[in-house]
C-alpha cells in the first residue's frame, strides 16, 4: 500500500521535473513550456485512469489525513476527489484531445480534454504566475448546451421558488403582529373595555325629576328684561341642557 502510494505521488507531482529536462529551451510560461504542461498534463490523466475505484477510495483516504497540513496532499486529494464523482458517469476511455494554455493575470491554466464512450471530460491544471506553483489540479465533465441551459433554468425556477416562499413567510410574520395582542389578552384574561358614549341630552326636568319654577322664573326675567319686553308675552316651556 504505502508503495503504491508512493508511486502515485511521485506520477502526479514529480513528473514535470523529468520532462521539463528533456524538452526544448524555450520556455513560454515562466519555466514550462506548452510541451513539458502538456506532457504533464498527460502524465497524471494515465495515472488517474489507471487506478480502479477502490484504490482512488484508498488513495483519498490517505491524503485526507494529510490535506490541511501538506499542499501536496490537498492537491492530491482533491483530483482523487474530482475523479470519483466523475468515473462512473464517463465511461470507457476512448482517448486524448485538444490540449490548450490560457493566461489571465498572474494565473495560467493547462487543459486536456479527455474522450470517454459516455461523456468527454477535461484535465485541468492550474499554476501561478510567473513561479508556476500548481495550486489546483481538477478534472470535470463536459456538458452540452442544452444540458447547461437546462440546469441554468432549474437553478433559476429554484432561485425564484425560494424568494416567493421568503417572502410569504415575511407576510405571514407581518400578519401575525396583528394577532398576537388578541390572543395575549385572551390569555391574561382581560376584560375589554367598555365603549364610552355621550349622554343624550334630557329635558331639564326628566334630569331632576322635578318643576323649578325658580329657576323658570329666573331665565324667563332674564329674556324679558334683555328683549325688553314683558314676561307675560311668552312662556317658557322646557329648559334644555348642552354639555
Known amino acids: 500500500m504505502k508503495k503504491k ?15 521539463a ?10 519555466k514550462y513550456s506548452k510541451d513539458d504542461m502538456e506532457q504533464m498534463t498527460t502524465n497524471t ?30 492537491l492530491n486529494y482533491q483530483l482523487l476527489s474530482d475523479w470519483a464523482e466523475v468515473m462512473n458517469v464517463v465511461g ?25 464512450s459516455e461523456r468527454d471530460a477535461r484535465l485541468i491544471y492550474v499554476f501561478h504566475y ?5 495550486t489546483a489540479i481538477n478534472i470535470e465533465p463536459i456538458y452540452s448546451l442544452g444540458e447547461t441551459m437546462q440546469k441554468a433554468a432549474l ?47 334630557t329635558d331639564f326636568d326628566d334630569a331632576d325629576g322635578t318643576d323649578d319654577l325658580e329657576l323658570v322664573a329666573v331665565i324667563a326675567a332674564a329674556i324679558a328684561s334683555e328683549t325688553g319686553t314683558s314676561t307675560d308675552s311668552f312662556v317658557v316651556r322646557s329648559i334644555r341642557r348642552r354639555f
Open 5 to 19: 502510494i508512493l508511486f502515485l505521488a511521485c506520477c502526479l507531482f514529480t513528473m514535470f521535473l523529468l520532462t
Open 21 to 30: 529536462c528533456g524538452k526544448s529551451a524555450d520556455v513560454s510560461y515562466g
Open 45 to 74: 490523466a494515465n495515472s488517474v485512469l489507471a487506478l480502479t475505484q477502490q484504490e482512488v477510495i484508498e488513495y483519498m483516504a490517505y491524503y485526507e489525513q494529510y490535506a490541511n497540513e501538506d499542499e501536496e496532499a490537498a
Open 92 to 116: 470507457e476511455f476512448r482517448g486524448f484531445s485538444d490540449f490548450e494554455v490560457t493566461k489571465s493575470g498572474k494565473t495560467v491554466t493547462a487543459t486536456m480534454g479527455l474522450e470517454f
Open 130 to 134: 510567473p513561479n508556476m506553483e500548481i
Open 155 to 201: 437553478n433559476t425556477v429554484m432561485g425564484i421558488g425560494t424568494v416567493f416562499v421568503i417572502l410569504v413567510l415575511i407576510s405571514l410574520v407581518i400578519y401575525a403582529f396583528r394577532i398576537i395582542p388578541y390572543f395575549e389578552k385572551k390569555f391574561k384574561g382581560e376584560p375589554e373595555k367598555p365603549v364610552e358614549t355621550m349622554p343624550a341630552p
